[in-house]
């Protein structure tokens, strides 16, 4: 999807339809909010025919034909939908104060987004890359190799390092780690850094069930050999339900993981 500051310039005359309220059942949550041009559209409010009935109201107001500055659409059969809430709308016509105050906004999610650390960018690496690239996450791959770095997604950060494991301490808590480097005496050293960490949401590392007992045998002798640990670790990543080893599938099964992963912990820090 295009970034916002460029939908903005590109469409200044637009409607900002967002959710202000929400009864039962409904697609998003409110202060959902999407922008709607004669011609474009970023963002959605959760999609089907109350969508299209929003986008319909949207542009008649910006034709100076009709439309309202709100509405409350109840999501059942009458309009084809079957949630069973209610949602209602707001619209407004773009000035540079709400231009300012959404950028303001859409920063200030950016700089809550989950932080997700990628140590390696092999063939693994740049497909889970890929995968996240769309999620409303911060990914950052660590490499070693500069060569490694090159063709990911442009929302990927990067960092170059030589020593990828003293990079761990500064994740902030609630974050993952995946392992994926090319050396397995590098993916244990940045394990035991993850592993003695009990603040982030999600580790895990590629390999096989022969490689976490290598690990586990090799945490006990370098003093990181609590049960805890090991238990905290996902190992192999991307689970057994799918067996198939092309990095395309291990990374759509691994990204269900982290997701699954942040969820959890963000419901263990709300309680």
């Not at 559209?41 to 439309?67: D, S």
């Not at 689970?239 to 993981?257: H, N, W």
């Amino acid at each position: 999807m295009t970034d916002l500051p460029t939908f903005l310039a590109a469409h200044p005359n637009s409607i900002l339809v967002d959710i202000t309220g929400t009864q039962g059942s409904t697609p998003r949550e409110a202060g959902t909010f999407m922008l709607v041009s004669s011609t474009a559209l970023w963002g959605t409010i959760g999609g089907g025919q109350f969508e299209f009935m929003a986008i319909a109201n949207a542009r008649e107001m910006l034709a100076g034909t009709g439309g309202t500055a709100a509405m409350d659409i109840p999501l059942g059969p009458e309009i084809g939908q079957c949630c069973g809430g209610r949602t209602q709308l707001r619209f407004r016509r773009l000035t540079q104060p709400l231009k300012d105050e959404l950028e303001a906004k859409l920063a200030g999610e950016i700089e809550r987004l989950p932080e997700v650390y990628l140590f390696g960018a092999g063939h693994v690496g740049r497909a889970l890359a890929a995968a996240l690239a769309p999620l409303p996450l911060s990914v950052t791959i660590v490499e070693t190799r500069q060569d490694e770095l090159a063709n990911l997604p442009a929302e990927t950060k990067t960092r170059l390092v030589p020593m990828p494991e003293a990079l761990v301490k500064d994740i902030p808590a609630g974050g993952a780690v995946v392992i994926l480097t090319h050396d397995h005496a590098l993916d244990f050293l940045i394990a035991r850094e993850a592993l003695d960490r009990s603040d982030l949401a999600y580790t895990g590392m590629i390999g096989s069930a022969t490689k976490r007992a290598t690990l586990a045998s090799w945490l006990s002798r370098e003093g990181g050999g609590e049960r805890a640990w090991i238990e905290r670790l996902t190992l192999p990543i991307g689970g057994a339900a799918v067996r198939d080893k092309r990095p395309e599938v291990i990374a759509a099964m691994t990204a269900a993981e982290i997701l699954t992963a942040l969820g959890a912990y963000r419901m263990r820090s709300s309680s």
